[in-house]
């Protein structure tokens, strides 16, 4: 180093002082998105969990299932097939409703009116605007983050066809069944219309439609499962025969 | 060892150090508390405005 620096003395501080601050630059940049990730997939997680924990706790009703202990036969609840009481569209934001996967265990997920960002990253599945109302003819249309922000949708791909999707307002119980699901791109409307892929077509069912991510990690496409009423239930007269698997595995 | 002054006195982190008031612990107490600081505001601000122009978190069809 001695040796060369005679020549070098005249530049080197000023070459120095340029590479030593791009390098502070490009390692801080490098932190930062370091740090970006860890908030991205962790962080935003912590925060959406606790969210929507505190949208099911703050319910006027409590959205859980009863227990399946010998006092109440659930399992004798009559299926209603009759058109259902259908409430009116809340104002955005509104937690109105929760929903249970069976396949994924007995966790309770909060539904809230809206599908714009601060919804859906706050408060979880979020409620299409203008689509109907569980149980209602339509097509009662959901979306939920597949990664990040509490995630409720994680497992949407172990869903199979003729799995249930328990839907509950406050009086209500819905059981619908999955009957197709597919992949389609993101401007793919027509999967929430009234009849799912039929844009304008009336509807004479009521379906329902959950839409996340896919593939995971990316917005490249949409993982869409559509499913079909199958009965209601008021609540007061028994718990979803579907619940009690998922009951058990808690 | 390497001309401690020359190399400090020309990166930023180099001026900090050497900026701080105190002996060498109080400068990594500070330090570190100024990185929590920097980490808080990217959490609670700037990742979460960040957020929305990254290509992976929609959810919706539209």
């Keep these: 180093m001695t040796d060369r620096a005679p020549v070098a003395r005249a530049g080197r501080p000023r070459v120095a002082a340029v590479v030593g601050v791009v390098g502070e630059l490009v390692i801080t940049l490098g932190v930062l998105l370091g740090l970006f990730v860890v ?19 703050s319910l006027d009703w409590d959205p859980r299932p009863l227990p ?29 409703a929760t929903m249970v996967v069976p396949r994924w265990g007995s966790a309770v997920l909060p539904i ?15 409620h299409y605007d203008g689509t109907a109302m569980p149980g209602q003819v339509g097509n009662f249309s959901v979306a939920g983050h597949r990664v990040t922000h509490g995630k409720p949708f994680n497992r949407i791909e172990e869903i199979q066809v003729g799995d249930p999707l328990v839907v509950r307002t406050e009086d209500l119980w819905f059981v619908y069944r999955v009957t197709s699901t597919e ?19 009336s509807p004479t069912e009521a379906q329902m ?3 996340t991510c896919h593939p995971m990690y990316s917005a490249r496409e949409r993982y869409v499962v559509h499913a079909r009423l199958d009965y209601w239930l008021p609540a007061a007269e028994g718990t979803p025969v579907e619940l009690e698997p998922a009951l058990g595995s808690t | 060892m390497m001309d401690s002054d020359d190399t400090a006195v020309v990166t930023v982190y180099g001026m900090l150090w050497r900026v701080l008031p105190g002996p ?4 990594i ?16 601000w700037v990742f979460p405005a960040v957020a929305p122009i990254m290509p992976f978190n929609d959810v919706t069809v539209e």
Excluded: N, Y
Excluded at chain 1, 39 to 57: C, N, S
Excluded at chain 2, 30 to 43: H, Q
């Design chain 1, 39 to 57: 908030w991205q997939l962790w962080w935003t997680d912590v925060l959406g969990e606790r969210t929507q924990a505190q949208a099911i706790a």
């Design chain 1, 68 to 96: 399946p202990a010998g006092d109440e036969p659930t399992a004798t609840a009559t299926p209603h097939r009759e058109p259902a009481p259908v409430l009116d569209e809340p104002a955005s934001g509104t937690t109105f």
């Design chain 1, 112 to 126: 809230s009116q809206g599908t714009s960002t601060d919804v859906l990253d706050v408060l979880g599945v979020g």
């Design chain 1, 183 to 201: 992949v389609v791109r993101p401007v793919d409307v027509e999967v929430i219309a009234p009849v799912p892929g039929e844009p304008g077509v």
């Design chain 1, 209 to 211: 439609t959950m839409t």
């Design chain 2, 24 to 27: 060498t612990w109080l400068k």
């Design chain 2, 29 to 44: 107490v500070v330090l570190v508390a100024l990185a929590a600081a920097v980490v808080a505001v990217c959490f609670a």
